[in-house]
């Protein structure tokens, strides 16, 4: 199993559960509308998965990206439109994406090695 | 016809005529790659447009959000899809992201009321 | 009458309804934690109204800044105390928060001189 | 021994050392001025700790999270109000936030578990 | 004589006094340290500008890239040399600079034109 | 050898080739672009990368810092000069490119320690 998707989905989990255990109003609505924000509606889930992917790179959050990259690779989006979208992040954002897109590259080989 | 939409085309339209004429080699090869990365692909246009879009917002460009409400007018987008992206970008970017929302809805309605 | 205080006020609640109408529950459940979230609770009201205040300088949002700047002023927070923001937003995010921390010293101007 | 807090000191230690050592004036004044900009004033030393934690959160700016951190829990800022400050800056600064809010919620527990 | 360089350095000295007048340190200290970081030393007068002005540009601060473009017209640098600093901030900042680069465009024509 | 300076080329070599392999044509191009935005032309080669350093020292983005520390020790940049560059940075991007600039300090000892 790949090392960099068990290390980024175990740290966030076990964050996730600190935080919430704080009991803090705010940020708890804000995390469930963060999930009803990607839910089928006028738009599809995968285009809404690639909105939120193409925003997280532009604004160069890692663990973002990794997110809606697991979120991306279990909607079937294959790597040619992946890197449509990679594409789209680096032209808006420039070259500070690229970092970025090397460390998103790897973490998506290493969903499809997973197969 | 609509104020916005003409001052800003008109604007957009005066000054890159301005800045090709300096005939600078990277400048005009990095636009010329904008119009590409848009086209068709593994994703249709209406996709990398709406990519492009939650793009420009969460970096909160104003202009680059109105080029891509005028694409995704031409193509059209629906109103009720149009706030699903606004959507995500808020929900990514913040509230910081609320004031560059309510000039694009401006925008969006100029651009549905010249119909 | 503030002209820079009623044309932002004035605005903004045109567009809010322009928006609202939408009924895009993302966005609504958004704007109401918004509220929520500067609610008096560990913190008081003031100190994060500045809390506010000093991310919107820093992230350079022109329209945030002036919404927290009007809730300040009518928290009563005294000019010395606003700089003592301003200069913690411009140690912090650097000399390109000056032209914004101009167009907060003018609508600050602006809500002193209603008086 | 906390190895996050450790870490993070040691780090800042030895490479503020060798940054100081090349003498640099702008370096050197700024870094005076940014001590004094958290001194006590119109707001309380509190208050602009936690202005400068926010900036930081909202700018994502890990180690400068942490500094603030370790001087807010000097200051005996509560888990709860802690906590709203987090909040603040995820409406804000959206939920590209979140990954920061993470990393500074685990130096915020190895804090408090050190004592 | 031009309106964009008249009103740009109206309104920055008119509210610069507003602001100094409040006598708060530390934005009185950065401001001079500001000065002073342009004064030459290792590096010329005018690639110090250079520098200022790409940094501006790639943090999109329309105003900061006005006081630079001021300073290096004044500096004899030739449109040529301009636009490849363009280039540099668009590469590397993306096509969100383009709108930033449209109005710098227009104010150096306006510096240009007053000769 | 150079512990950080390795690692940084190595994985940097590695995943280019990852992304280059999937053939996507806008990555390609905007690739290329980035080579030739450096040469030499109006403004010399040297200047050209402390322009692109500044850039990405306030754009936070620490590989590219890498990227271009690596080509300025190439072109004889001394010490003194670079801590100008970094003074900018850090006068207009504010503390929070302080951290930045102490990694940037310490990839720069390595560059120089390889001697």
Known sequence: MSNLVNEFNGYRTKMNEVILAKD???????????TNTYAAGALDVTTKE?????????????????YHLGKAYELKVTT????????VANIV??????????????????????E
Request: with cysteine; charged share 25%.
């Open 50 to 66: 690639l909105l939120g992917l193409v925003a997280s790179m532009v604004l160069r959050c890692d663990d973002c990206i990794k």
């Open 80 to 87: 040619e439109q992946m890197y449509e979208v990679f594409a």
């Open 93 to 114: 954002g420039g070259t500070i994406v690229i970092p970025h897109t090397r460390r998103a590259a790897e973490y998506w080989e290493e969903l499809k090695n997973n």
């Open 24 to 34: 803090n109003l705010v940020i708890k609505r804000l995390w469930n509308l963060d």
